[in-house]
């Protein structure tokens, strides 16, 4: 056995899988071989440092599922957009008195415009394409725009979730509208929509021009809805009966959606994801065990994942 | 068959009858691996993004080549290979000088000294000197040779898995994975040197 060809074994006989004549005679070569030895050594101590390969942390970067969505979506584009049946929901948890919230991450880049603050207008639909009382949250066209086709004579309040001011009165006769909201303050904007009458509202938080650094935090469902939008730069719909309930949240995890979850669920609120913008029904359904609803639930879309523009 | 390879067939399954959310899963699952393993071969956080997305797409195109005769996560590894090294020959066709090749016309082959970007979060994990010398001799083994060493000590492939992924006997895996260690080591001595001029 040359060094060349003994150099060929370090693998094996460092594993302990050279078969036991080879191996005798590796050992023999080396004890003969000063120069082999100590090229073994340095061979062993190199597989040593090779283990450290495996410990290094690596965190996957906010970006990456919507890099990957959009190359899949270039070749399948989605069909549908996330579309919440909040009627369904508040009766099956409105009417029990019960607060209820579904947080979904709508993943897409908002568009500023020129005005510092401010809703985009209210576009009475050509077509109705909106199912009746039900919100559908369009991400299509570069900014977020609300659809909304009551059942009847109602008005729509669209109010600033910060201040509580009131930006818009709109009264509705059955027809659509579609309301498209911007920011382009520094920090996340949050709108709050109330349908007068109703029990239940929805908030928006639309990520600002400055992505926020805090990783965590507490405060109530509202703050969390802005917090996620401020730190993953997407835009947060939620549609709570009871926005004011307090939360904690951690920033570690790369999917918002996953951490939207974690902080609801912590408070006794279940998340499920929704495919298709349809609840699971499963979600609906009451506490086997107690025979009534669960305190609160909450539904997380399962669109693209948020597209992250300054990092 | 394991509950998670089961998981992966049948979400394969319905991704190849056209179940888009299915298919999602099937990222969201794999996505952080099929990254770590991408940024360890490239250095590069979006690099390694691109490498991952391309993959995923490679994988959507191929649903329906997939047999289930290995695991799913044994033909990622390989679509994440091939990603990878096609997007190394791409970038050696444009002949873009690399920063961290060679130069041939210093004495004694002197690696070029490039400052750390430390850009990324991974970056700055790489604080322990012996690491970085580590992460420097990678990076300057043939990508080939990278990959086997990466997959088999960083992602904790086994043999016979790197065999599979990479479509090689695994006795020339083993033999392969064993040149590659002398070479890196023969890099760190090298290196070594180097330094304690």
Redesign the interface.
């Known amino acids: 056995m040359n060094h060349d060809k003994a150099?060929?074994?370090?693998?094996?006989y460092f594993e302990g899988d050279l078969e036991p004549g080879l191996r005798q005679s590796l050992q023999a070569k080396l004890a003969a071989d000063p120069v082999l030895q100590s090229d073994y050594s340095?061979?062993a101590e190199?597989?040593g440092?090779?283990?450290?390969?495996?410990t290094?942390?690596?965190?996957?970067?906010i970006?990456?599922?919507d890099?990957?969505?959009?190359?899949?979506d270039?070749?399948?584009p989605?069909k549908h957009a996330s579309v919440f049946n909040w009627r369904g929901w508040a009766t099956g948890f409105g009417l029990a008195g019960l607060a209820a919230a579904a947080i979904i991450g709508t993943g897409v880049s908002i568009a500023h415009r020129n005005s510092e603050y401010a809703m985009g207008g209210i576009t009475p639909a050509a077509s109705s394409s909106t199912p009746v009382d039900q919100f559908e949250f369009d991400t299509s066209s570069n900014s977020v725009t609300v659809s909304y086709l009551p059942n009847g004579a109602k008005t729509l309040v669209v109010a600033s979730g910060t201040s509580g001011t009131e930006l818009r009165r709109i009264p509705l006769d059955a027809s659509q509208v579609k309301v498209p909201l911007v920011n382009k303050l520094p920090n996340p904007a949050v709108f709050e929509l109330t349908v007068v009458g109703e029990p239940l509202h929805a908030l928006i938080a639309i990520p600002g021009t400055v992505r926020a650094e805090t990783k965590a935090g507490n405060g109530t469902v509202k703050e969390l809805a802005a917090a996620l939008a401020g730190y993953y730069r997407v835009p947060v719909a939620v549609e709570a009966a009871d926005s004011t309930k307090a939360v904690t949240w951690n920033f570690e995890s790369?999917?918002p959606r996953e951490v939207a979850g974690d902080a609801l669920t912590s408070i006794g609120y279940s998340a499920d994801r929704r495919?298709?913008g349809a609840p699971r029904p499963s979600a609906f359904s009451p506490d086997a065990s107690s025979g009534s609803p669960p305190p609160c639930r909450a539904f997380l879309a399962?669109g693209r994942a948020p597209r992250r523009r300054s990092l | 068959m394991g509950d998670l390879q089961q998981e992966d067939e049948l979400l394969v399954q319905r991704a190849r009858d056209g179940d888009?959310?299915a298919?999602?899963a099937l990222?969201?699952k794999h996505?952080?691996r099929a990254?770590?393993f991408a940024?360890?071969l490239s250095r590069n956080?979006d690099e390694a993004?691109?490498i991952?997305?391309?993959a995923?797409?490679r994988v959507?195109?191929a649903l329906g080549n997939f047999k289930g005769q290995s695991t799913f996560t044994t033909w990622l590894y390989r679509i994440l290979t091939n990603c990878f090294l096609d997007m190394r020959k791409r970038e050696k066709n444009k002949q873009t000088y690399s920063l961290d090749e060679v130069m041939p016309d210093s004495p004694g082959d002197l690696t070029r000294q490039v400052e750390d970007p430390s850009g990324?979060?991974?970056d700055r994990?790489?604080q322990?000197e012996?690491?970085r010398r580590?992460q420097r001799a990678l990076r300057r083994l043939p990508d080939y040779q990278r990959a086997m060493?990466?997959m088999y000590?960083?992602e904790?492939l086994s043999y016979e898995e790197i065999a599979e992924a990479l479509d090689l006997p695994v006795g020339t895996v083993?033999?392969r994975?064993?040149r590659a260690?002398?070479s890196?080591?023969e890099i760190?001595?090298r290196d070594e040197e180097l330094f304690r001029i």
């Open positions: 150099r060929d074994f370090f693998s094996a340095a061979f190199t597989m440092e090779l283990g450290s390969l495996r290094e942390e690596i965190e996957s970067p970006y990456l599922s890099r990957i969505a959009t190359r899949i270039s070749v399948a989605r790369a999917d495919p298709n399962d | 888009r959310s298919f999602d990222v969201r996505e952080h990254f770590q940024f360890r956080s993004a691109d991952v997305a391309e995923f797409l959507y195109n990324t979060p991974q994990i790489e322990n012996r690491e580590l060493i990466v000590h960083a904790g083993k033999s994975l064993n260690r002398l890196l080591r760190l001595v």
